[in-house]
């Protein structure tokens, strides 16, 4: 690995890192989170991604499984952590998908 992309990993895990933090700063009200666009509902969530909403839901019980939740279940609904899912697309989808995927989400965001 060199230098560079040294460099650039650990920027990408601060600017994470970062965007995490901020999530802190945020009421816990879970409707807060959703109008402000850092909890999605699965159907927000699948739209983010490009997938159908049954595709998401596995995901979420599959990252479930793993023990590195995207998001938690409410009774039959998930939410769905923005960042969680940005980050599990970056890592699984690359880094240009992460990049589409930010865009489609800022529509959710206030």
Not at 35 to 49: E, P, W
Not at 63 to 80: A, C, S, Y
Not at 82 to 91: F, K, M, P, V, Y
């Amino acid at each position: 690995m060199t230098d560079n992309s040294r460099l650039s990993k650990i920027i990408a895990d601060l600017e994470r890192a970062l965007a995490h933090l901020k999530e802190l700063e945020l009421s816990g009200d879970v409707l807060v989170l959703i109008h402000a666009g850092h909890a999605l509902t699965i159907d927000m969530a699948a739209d983010v991604r490009e997938c159908g909403s049954e595709w998401m839901r596995q995901l979420c019980e599959r990252t479930e499984l793993m023990k590195r939740p995207i998001g938690t279940k409410f009774g039959r609904d998930w939410i769905i952590d923005a960042n969680r899912l940005l980050d599990w697309i970056e890592q699984n989808e690359g880094t240009p998908a992460c990049a589409e995927a930010k865009a489609r989400l800022r529509k959710y965001r206030l």
